[in-house]
Nanobody, 125 residues
Framework: QVQLVESGGDLVQPGGSLRLSCTAS????????IGWFRQVLGKEREGVSC????????NYADSVTGRFTISRDNAKNTGYLQMNSLKSEDTAVYYC??????????????????WGQGTQVTVSS
């Protein structure tokens, strides 16, 4: 059974940091790129970042470039999203997802095969 489980979401003050984790099971993690998306209620799910299967290629949305860092540990079947300098507009449910490769459409939701259930990140004072 394929599973992606996110963790690490929390309430944090503006300017603070969080690290999200995405633990995978039921498929060969090291063969898949991992993406992070976020969604605010009533809005489209937005691509945040993607990392290639080997971890050598990374993509970021303009809104998070310089503040967020994506990484992975294939030995632990886990992906990470380090989020620094958080802003109120980063508040959302964050999802991880798996795809064959990041590619030029890494930010497109339909490119991904497997999804987690999401973790809430709230940035507020």
């Amino acid at each position: 059974q394929v599973q992606l489980v996110e963790s690490g979401g929390d309430l944090v003050q503006p300017g603070g940091s969080l690290r999200l984790s995405c633990t995978a099971s039921g498929f060969t993690f090291e063969h898949y790129a991992i993406g992070w998306f976020r969604q605010v209620l009533g809005k489209e799910r937005e691509g945040v970042s993607c990392i290639s299967s080997g971890g050598t290629s990374r993509n970021y949305a303009d809104s998070v470039t310089g503040r967020f860092t994506i990484s992975r540990d294939n030995a632990k079947n886990t992906g990470y999203l380090q989020m620094n300098s958080l802003k109120s507009e980063d508040t959302a449910v964050y999802y991880c997802a798996a795809t064959i490769g990041c590619g030029s459409r890494w930010w497109v939701r339909s490119e991904y095969d497997y999804w987690g259930q999401g973790t809430q990140v709230t940035v507020s004072s």
